[in-house]
């Protein structure tokens, strides 16, 4: 395993040990593949030599029976041996010389004559067959027959040969020759053979065998049916040494095995040469590669092969991913990394230059409503004439940037003094009053912009970054479409809002809002004729947070689709209880905000919750505020109809306050005005709020709206509404926003 790792460590290593272990492979597959055919080839050399030798010696052996059968019958036919039949005097005479010089160089171990009866005349040994045991000397008696076998447990071969006299048998001659002499006399002058004989396929004699040796054996059974050997039965085997017949072959393989360590050595070699001219141009590649702090290019290596073309890729792709990483997308304006990139250059270089430098931070107003109006690809052309614009008016040595969303910097360098820096601003400013034509749709938008001056403003470009930021916010929270200088609060306000933004967040994770709700009364009979749900913020540390400390940074910020969506599940399935424990509650009247009306999934939201709280929808009051509708409001009336279209009732809040044009009011789908406090709480003491009052009253009676007036404190406010026509109000004076449990007291109360 550690063998392994080592080797994956390098390229050069891999190369090295596939190469080598590709050429040890190949040396293997030959050595094996030549001791393969040697063994075999020797095999068969071997058993054509084993089989060559047994077939000469089956030759001679059989050349050799047929002369000692040749002779035995000739043997028969001397006068000699017919005259002994019938002459007893010749027979001791003559007889004994004859057959002692017959015996003479035939391996002969007994040789007896016998007369028709089988009784023998003349023998050389005790035992001779007797006629009726013996078929070959009944064959060569009876039949006139010469006859020969194989006596197995002595290992004789046996000769019955008649002796006839004028074509009449009168006798026979038995010869016994030795086989085992016969045998041993033709064996081949090798050692490292050994012969069996068999007979019928068992052997009847062995030569030269050593018990436990193993051996290469060749069986020689192939012979004519016209053979001796066929006639009697009998087959060779012969066998090898198998130490003498393995010996060639391990003596090769001793020489292909240092040949083989030979040229694995020399293979090795080789790899290590081939590897270093193989991994040497992707080694420079992966040191051009792997050294980011040089600016060199990886090609050219001088390969001029596909590594090249790697390389030039790799090259073309490193060019493409840095201007990427450094440039905005859309716009193709330097992005966040680039200006930073630049900005700490610029502050690097500024004690050398002497010269100071000024950061403008510039947010385009209402922006979040062009992308929820007209959508997403729309501001996206916006935000590209933007960019266009603002580089067209800078100078060359200026630059601007992209930091994401909405918001653009600029960097403007060699800056004298303030009066530097305006006209810059005044220019943009300018540029901003003209009106953007963006698909033959024409509309003003403006921006707001936050400056930061290196080095009054901060000494680091994170420092004057912030600083521009918080400035910004300054001029948008100062009415928008200006510019504000930075000043030391701004940095504790910015700092405050981030903290803000971030507990908000937390709220919602840990479902800190809570809901209260405040009774609307019908003032002549002081009847609860509806309940509004209002959020509350109980912070786990600063206690209870009223709406106007944090709505307007959650509508900022998005955050407000969710509070919504907590305040309206938990205000509806309250609502939905007390009805079913019997208490008269009225109308819910719930506070929205229109980025949750303009988020894609609220109608989605809002079916699903009204259908699994199982709520009457004409039960149900959306409020919207004059304000918000007013920003867009031919959206508006688009949105709240979706609402109107589901049953559910709507109104107006903080009426008086946003610049409502009659013409838009007239068209909003809505049900109710409601007279925003400012103006209740001072119709006593104020003629203008007076008049606006009985205003607003005479114009929801002229379109036949509903109206209530919100912030009633004292019991003259509410008779000076009565008498001017408004019967429906909430305020202190009749009920102080509640907890639910606090609520269903006064509830049980009315009963």
Not at 230 to 237: D, F
Not at 625 to 642: D, F, H, R, S, Y
Request: proline share 3%.
């Amino acid at each position: 395993m550690m063998f392994f790792t080592f080797i994956n460590k390098s390229i050069k290593r891999r190369v090295v040990s596939l190469i080598s272990s590709l050429f040890v492979v190949v040396m293997i597959v030959i050595v094996l593949s030549v001791v393969s055919i040697v063994y075999n080839s020797m095999s068969y050399q071997t058993a054509i030599s084993l089989d060559n030798k047994a077939a000469s010696l089956h030759r001679r052996l059989e050349e050799r029976l047929t002369y000692l059968i040749e002779n035995s019958e000739l043997l028969t036919k001397n006068g000699l041996i017919v005259n002994a039949l019938t002459d007893a005097d010749g027979r001791k005479k003559y007889l004994p010389p004859l057959v002692e010089n017959f015996m003479l160089g035939k391996d002969v171990v007994s040789l007896s004559i016998v007369d028709f009866g089988g009784r023998a005349i003349f023998k050389t040994q005790e035992k001779i067959p007797l006629y009726n045991e013996s078929e070959a000397l009944r064959n060569a008696l009876a039949m006139g027959k010469i006859d020969y076998y194989i006596q197995e447990e002595k290992n004789e071969f046996v000769v019955v040969s008649p002796i006839e006299y004028y074509n009449t048998t009168q006798g026979a001659a038995i010869v016994v020759f030795d086989l085992s002499k016969i045998l041993a006399n033709n064996l081949p002058a090798d050692n490292n053979i050994y012969l069996s004989l068999l007979k019928n396929g068992k052997k009847i004699y062995t030569d030269n065998f050593i018990q436990g040796h193993k051996y290469q054996v060749n069986h020689h059974d192939k012979c004519e049916s016209t053979t001796l050997f066929h006639g009697l039965g009998l087959s060779l085997e012969l066998g090898m040494d198998s130490e003498v017949y393995i010996a060639p072959v391990r003596d090769v393989i001793n020489k292909l095995l240092i040949l083989s360590v030979i040229f694995i050595t020399i293979g090795i070699l080789l790899a290590i040469f081939l590897a270093r001219s193989i991994t040497k141009p992707i080694l420079e590649l992966h040191k051009r590669v792997t050294n980011s702090s040089s600016e060199q290019f990886c090609s050219p290596l001088g390969t001029n092969d596909e590594l090249e073309a790697l390389a030039k890729a790799f090259d073309k792709r490193s060019i493409m991913l840095q201007y990427q990483a450094q440039h905005d997308a859309l716009t193709a304006l330097p992005n966040r990394v680039l200006f930073m990139d630049r900005l700490q250059e610029k502050i690097k270089l500024a004690p050398r230059n002497g010269c100071a430098f000024a950061i403008l931070f510039i947010d385009l107003d209402h922006f979040k409503e062009v992308n929820d109006s007209f959508g997403h690809d729309f501001g996206d052309e916006l935000l590209l004439v933007a960019g266009e614009y603002l580089t067209s008016i800078l100078r060359e040595s200026d630059s601007v940037a992209r930091m994401g969303g909405d918001e653009f910097t600029i960097l403007l360098n060699n800056i004298e003094s303030i009066n530097t820096i305006i006209p810059i601003i005044d220019k943009i400013m300018q540029l901003f009053q003209k009106p953007f034509t963006i698909r033959h749709h024409q509309f003003y938008i403006t921006c707001s912009i936050g400056v930061a001056l290196y080095p009054m403003n901060g000494e680091s470009a994170e420092e004057l970054l912030k600083n521009a930021d918080a400035a910004m916010y300054k001029a948008k929270d100062e009415g928008r479409n200006n510019y504000k200088f930075y000043t030391d609060d701004m940095t504790a306000r910015a700092y405050d809002r981030i903290t803000l933004e971030t507990a908000l967040r937390g709220a919602i994770i840990n479902k800190e809002f809570e809901v209260y709700y405040q009774p609307q009364v019908n003032m002549e009979d002081e009847s609860i004729i509806g309940m509004e749900a209002l959020v509350r913020w109980n912070h786990p540390h600063k206690g209870m947070i009223t709406p106007n400390n944090f709505i307007p940074l959650a509508e900022e910020t998005g955050l407000i689709v969710e509070i919504d969506r907590q305040v309206m599940h938990d205000a509806i399935y309250q609502y939905q209880k007390w009805i079913a424990d019997g208490y008269k509650v009225g109308v819910l009247s719930i506070n929205l905000s229109m980025v949750q009306l303009n988020h894609e999934d609220f109608l989605g939201f809002l079916q699903e919750l009204l259908s699994a709280s199982k709520i009457a929808t004409d039960h149900v009051m959306f409020e919207v505020t004059e304000t918000q509708v007013m920003k867009n409001p031919e959206n508006a009336i688009v949105v709240l109809g979706q609402l109107k279209a589901l049953g559910i009732r709507l109104a107006v809040d903080d009426f008086g306050t946003g610049h409502s044009s009659l013409s838009y009011l007239k068209k909003l789908p809505i049900d109710k005005l409601k007279i925003d406090q400012s103006f209740t709480q001072d119709v006593l003491v104020n003629e203008s709020d007076a008049e606006l009052t009985r205003a607003i009253i005479a114009i929801a009676k002229s379109l036949r709206l509903e109206v209530i007036a919100e912030g009633v404190e004292t019991k003259e406010q509410g008779i000076f509404l009565m008498e001017n026509g408004c019967m429906e109000a909430q305020g202190y004076f009749y009920y102080k926003p509640q907890k639910s449990q606090t609520i269903t007291k006064i509830l049980s109360e009315k009963i």
